[in-house]
């Protein structure tokens, strides 16, 4: 059964910088992954789709590689602003079986 | 605009009681999936649907019930055979099958019980 595990479940960095999540699964044969940011007491909205033959997609200040050998995925928020801050989540899917992190609660300080 | 709503936002059950949780999408989609989230914890599947009056059961399913008489609609009901039903539930949907299309997630209700 696939694990989905994301470290650290909290990070406060300062406005301005460049900062990394890690999510990390247990079964690499996936079919693609998600990265979600979720506000609080909100829904979850997708900020980047990879399938499992992509290396990395990126979307204006983020970037979100997949490593499927390592079981790894990292998403990079270039130049954070306050705004960024919420909760990002990982989900893989297996087999139409899809699995979530708890999720990396970022706070970036003005 | 298209999207996923559910209602109520917040909700508050005494114990014994069934309570029902609306979800309604004007996306077209043809697939509505219900999850369950915990402080500290990832999503977790309750209940999902491909298709008009078919559903299967998620990693969750005891306790609850779906129907799924129309495409935009996905109500989950929350009975009293769930013991700890304090959570925050989240309605989501799909063009189709997992595989190539993201998820659209509606806002959320939460539910505590009194």
């Known amino acids: 059964k696939q694990e989905v595990t994301q470290i650290p479940a909290a990070l406060s960095v300062p406005e301005g910088e460049n900062l990394v999540l890690n999510c990390s699964f247990t079964d690499s044969a996936i079919y693609n992954l998600q990265w979600f940011r979720q506000d609080p007491g909100k829904g979850l909205t997708s900020l980047l789709l990879i399938q499992s033959s992509q290396r990395e997609q990126t979307s204006g200040r983020l970037n979100a590689s997949l490593d499927k050998s390592s079981g790894r995925s990292t998403l990079y928020i270039a130049a954070s602003q306050p705004g960024d801050s919420a909760t990002y989540l990982c989900a893989v899917l297996n087999n139409n079986d899809m699995r979530f992190g708890a999720g990396t609660r970022l706070t970036v300080k003005p | 605009d298209g999207g996923i709503t559910q209602s109520p936002k917040y909700l508050f059950r005494k114990e014994g009681q069934n309570v029902t949780l609306s979800c309604e999408q004007n996306?077209?989609?043809?697939?509505m999936y219900w999850y369950r989230q915990d402080p500290g914890q990832g999503l977790r599947l309750i209940y999902y649907?491909?298709?008009?009056?078919?559903?299967q059961k998620g990693d969750i399913a005891e306790g609850y019930s779906v129907s799924r008489e129309k495409k935009e609609s996905f109500p989950l009901t929350v009975t009293s055979a769930q013991k700890n039903p304090t959570a925050f539930y989240l309605c989501a949907s799909s063009i189709g099958a997992l595989g190539a299309n993201v998820l659209t997630f509606g806002a959320g209700s939460r539910l505590t019980v009194l």
């Open positions: 649907s491909q298709i008009v009056n078919d559903f």
């Open positions: 996306l077209n989609h043809d697939a």
